[in-house]
């Protein structure tokens, strides 16, 4: 099983930006847990940090022609007009799960590529990403059968 997980904007700074709402663990760090959860789950996993709403729709659509399962991906920063994300998203044939580390409707906020995920998982800080990789995984296996 191959996911494809992406950290939207300004996620290659967790640790240190905002750490009273993001927490304290880094970027390198969170992946190290990633790895480590992914390959307990069979995962082979591909992280990528992007700043740049376009290149997240390359990297989409390059992960779809190389055979990816799944899409795990904060949006952070482009969850606000992330329109041309959200169009990609409904041109994917994977699931797609969309995760928060924190819990965005409490803070007012509202995701456009929501629209587009099998799934959203918020609140929880690191921990969503695990139940999102473990959610990608329950997908994966509901689609082959």
Do not use: W
């Not at 399962?69 to 606000?80: E, I, K, R, T």
């Not at 965005?104 to 921990?127: F, K, N, P, Q, W």
């Amino acid at each position: 099983m191959r996911v494809l997980l992406i950290q939207g904007a300004n996620m290659e700074y967790l640790g240190y930006r905002q750490p009273e709402l993001y927490g304290t663990t880094t970027a390198s760090e969170l992946d190290a847990i990633l790895q480590q959860e992914a390959e307990s789950l069979g995962v082979d996993l591909d992280i990528h940090y992007l700043n740049i709403e376009g290149e997240a729709i390359s990297l989409i659509y390059q992960g779809v022609r190389d055979g990816v399962d799944a899409l795990v991906m904060n949006p952070a920063g482009f969850l606000y007009a992330g329109y041309a994300l959200r169009d990609c998203l409904k041109a994917i044939p994977v699931p797609y799960i969309e995760v928060h580390m924190t819990n965005i409707d409490a803070r007012g906020m509202h995701s456009v590529t929501a629209t587009e995920c099998a799934g959203m998982i918020t609140g929880l800080g690191v921990e969503s990403y695990r139940l999102a990789l473990s959610a990608a995984v329950h997908l994966i296996k509901k689609k082959e059968n």
